[in-house]
Every structure is written in C-alpha cells, then in structure tokens.
C-alpha cells in the first residue's frame, strides 16, 4: 500500500501549496496565477482522491505502485512551475495585460448583441445535434466508427471547437455580471449565464462545469479585491462544494444517457425523471472516480517506465504527429498521422486500450524529450503569456478581438487534462484571429480614409 500512502502524502502537500498560494496572494490576480492554482489544484484533488482508492482502477493498481515514480510525477511539476514563476519575474515586466480584472473589463465592453447571437447560435446548434444527428454530448468511439462517415465535415469541425466556444461564451458571460454597472442589466447577464453553463456542460461534461465554476470564483474574488479565505466566505464554499458534489451525481446517474448517440429510448425517458434521486446517488460517482484513471496517471504510466524499465523517449514524434493533426484536412485531404494510444502501444508493447490514459502537457513532454522537458515546458508556458500580453495591448481598443485571442490562450492553460499536442490548435486558432483582425484593421482604416477624402472634396 505504499503507493497509495505516497499518493496522499504527495497530493496533500499540492493542496496545502495551492491554499498557501491563494491565501497569501493579493486579488491582484493575472493569468500566470490562474494557471498555477489549476495545476496545483488538478494534480493535488484529483491524486488524493485515487490515492483514498486501495484497489485497482481501468489501468493501475496503486497498492503496488513505485514511490520513487510516484514523487517524481508531483516533483516535475513543482519544479516546472517554480521555474516559471521565476522567468516571468525576471522576463515580463509588465503584467497589466494579463490581469484577471483587465480581462474582465475589457471583455465586458464586448457587444452584448454579438455576445446574444452567439449564445443563441451554440444553443441552436446543440438542439440541432440532436435532433439531426441523435447527438448529444461526446461521441464514444464505437458510435464515431458507426456513424462518424455519415456527418458533414462541416458538423464535426464545429463540435472540436464547440468547448472551446462555449468556455469564451462563459469567460464574456462572467465578466458583464461582475463588470456591469447597470444593475438590471446585470441581472440579465446573471440569468443568461445560470442557463448557459448547465447546458453547456451536457457536451463539455463535469470538467467543463468544474473549469468553469473554478474561474467563476476567481473572477468574483478577483473582483470584489478581497482575500478567499475569510470566516463569512466559508458558508459560500460549502455550498459550492455542495453545488460540484450533486451535479457530478446527477452527471453520471445521466452519462448512459447523455453520450448515447440517437434519440432517447421511453426507457432512458424514464430516468430523467427523477432528478433528485440521481443527484444525491453519490455511489455512480464514487465507482466513476475509482474505476476512471485520471491524467496525472499519465505521468506515472511514463516515469515508472522510464525509471523502472529503462524505455526511452519518442525524440519528438508526438510533437510531429500532433502538428499533422492540426493541419485543417481541406489544405492536406491526404494526410495520415498516429494517435498517441497507438504510438504508446508500439512503444511499450501493449494494446492502446491497455494505457487509455487522459493525457497532460507534463507526461508528453516527458514522454517526448525527457527530463529536458523541465526547462522546455517553462519556456512554452512563458511563450503564450508574452504572447497573450502582446495581443491584448494591440487589441486593446477592440475588445471582441482581445476576447477572442484571451479566451482561446486561457482555455488551453487550464486545460489540465489535454493531449499536449493541442498547442498547434491553438497557434492555428490564433494565427485566423489575427487573420480577421488585420482584415478589419485594414477594412477600418479604409473606410477612415475614403470618408476623410470625401469630406475634403465635397
């Protein structure tokens, strides 16, 4: 069981890092903070949980797990974070483009009659899914297989990006409650953002509506300027927490229900009508949690096969795969690229569905390029912040532009849990924003000069 024991020794020191951060740190909060207290957040909950777990999940057996690759996985990432922290000191002089409530302010001013066609527009596209395509949330494998060939390429393109829409919808929806100053208007916003997150976390699912509840108490605290840990904030968290523990309830009582592809049965029908029975039957979740290996394991699966059996690292073809896979197929019809599974698989000798582990930037990098990956890592994470502060000082006076670049760069840092090729989605994502943004600068500074030019030869 020393697996386990080191799972929470090491898990319960990220917790009480992640507490000492917040109740130490001014509400001066900026980007670089939000993705620290995600990571520690995610690799201090998640591991404790598994560790309360002394049996075997889809993957691992903890009771017999190596400790020495056990405290590696928690020392990579202190040690990454440690030295971000330090270069951002030393290399970003100016934070104010990164600050939590200059982002709020600013993606405040966004149009709020843009902000409602898009709202409308994810909401449609959702019921269309469904009934179209009898598809509700994540498509499972085995239904892609089935039905994957029979949809438009221009429907499943939309629905890889519909998480990452529905996170900017949600980070425009925050800052006009906390930002606007009209108080009817702000009970609109209100509304409109209780409606939102619960259905859109029927696609993105419990991480999206955790992800998103997180931020939403970064923004309120960030905003009212106040510390987190105070005796009269303890009754909201309770109710928070409250709030985590039934939807995780109600979402797997529902998972059968909600990822099966195809209208839903009289049967199915028949369990969706008892709601509060499916949210407070905590069993459903507590057999998810034990039995579902969560990303940090990733980074186990690696390290233990680095320091235990002496298998090398991939020397970059992940990285290469990944850049494959980002290319837009109506540019490369042709292409053929690896999925990460099967590249694991070929490495370690095993069946993909043998290591089907939710993977994170810290075990691919890793993976790819070994302990070099603590030096390397630091330097991308710096790399989106400057790059962040640089697009938003530029679109400062064009807050649908600062919102769009803020809201893609953000949602991939807290992203914990992603394929650590996702970095190329996000560079192409940027690349068409700053596209748009030049065309409209460009069409701006036009119609400037033709109206300047028949103002002095009328």
């Not at 020393?2 to 001066?28: D, K, P, Q």
């Not at 190596?66 to 290399?91: H, N, Y």
């Not at 104010?96 to 149009?111: A, F, G, H, P």
């Not at 690696?302 to 320091?307: C, D, I, N, P, T």
Request: proline share 3%.
């Amino acid at each position: 069981m020393s697996g386990n024991w080191s799972i929470l020794l090491f898990s319960l020191l990220f917790i009480f890092i992640v507490t000492l951060y917040l109740s130490r740190r001014s509400m001066e909060i900026d980007v670089l903070d939000v993705y620290i207290i995600y990571v520690l957040f995610h690799f201090g909950l998640y591991p404790f949980v598994r560790g309360l777990h002394f049996g075997r999940d889809i993957i691992f057996d903890f009771t017999q797990g190596d400790p020495l690759s056990i405290g590696l996985v928690f020392a990579q990432v202190l040690i990454i974070l440690l030295i971000l922290k330090i270069l951002s000191l030393i290399l970003i002089k100016d934070m104010d483009y990164l600050k939590i409530t200059y982002i709020m302010e600013r993606c405040s001013q966004v149009n709020g009659y843009i902000v409602f066609i898009i709202y409308n527009i994810l909401i449609i596209f959702q019921i269309y899914s469904y009934y179209q395509y009898g598809v509700q949330s994540f498509i499972p494998p085995w239904d892609f297989e089935r039905i994957g060939k029979f949809l438009p390429y221009w429907f499943t393109s939309t629905r890889t990006i519909y998480n990452l829409l529905t996170f900017c919808l949600g980070i425009v929806l925050l800052s006009k409650v906390f930002k606007t100053k009209d108080r009817k208007n702000q009970i609109l916003w209100l509304v409109l953002t209780i409606l939102f997150i619960p259905f859109a976390s029927v696609y993105g699912g419990k991480r999206f509506f955790i992800n998103v509840l997180l931020l939403s108490i970064i923004f309120y605290f960030d905003n009212k300027n106040e510390k987190i840990f105070k005796l009269r904030n303890l009754a909201y968290g309770l109710i928070l927490a409250l709030a985590v523990f039934l939807f995780c309830n109600l979402y797997e009582s529902y998972r059968g229900v909600v990822e099966s592809v195809g209208q839903i049965t009289s049967e199915e029908a028949k369990k969706l009508k008892d709601p509060l029975s499916a949210a407070i039957n905590y069993q459903r979740t507590l057999s998810f949690l034990s039995r579902r290996p969560g990303t940090w394991e990733f980074s186990y699966l690696v390290l233990s096969k680095q320091v235990i059996d002496g298998i090398a690292i991939t020397k970059g073809k992940i990285i290469a795969e990944g850049f494959k896979s980002a290319v837009p197929r109506y540019l490369w019809p042709n292409k053929n690229f690896l999925l990460m599974d099967d590249m694991l698989g070929q490495l370690y000798g095993v069946r993909p569905k043998e290591i089907d582990i939710g993977k994170n930037n810290y075990g691919v990098a890793q993976l790819e390029i070994g302990y070099y990956s603590i030096i390397i890592l630091p330097l991308v994470v710096l790399m989106l912040l400057i790059l962040m502060s640089y697009l938003n000082k530029i679109t400062n006076q064009n807050p649908f532009f600062l919102w769009l670049f803020s809201g893609n760069i953000l949602f991939y840092l807290i992203n914990i849990e992603e394929a650590g090729t996702d970095i190329f989605f996000l560079l192409r994502h940027i690349l068409l924003i700053l596209f748009l943004f030049v065309l409209y600068i460009l069409f701006q500074k036009t119609c400037f000069t033709l109206r300047e030019y028949l103002i002095t030869h009328k």
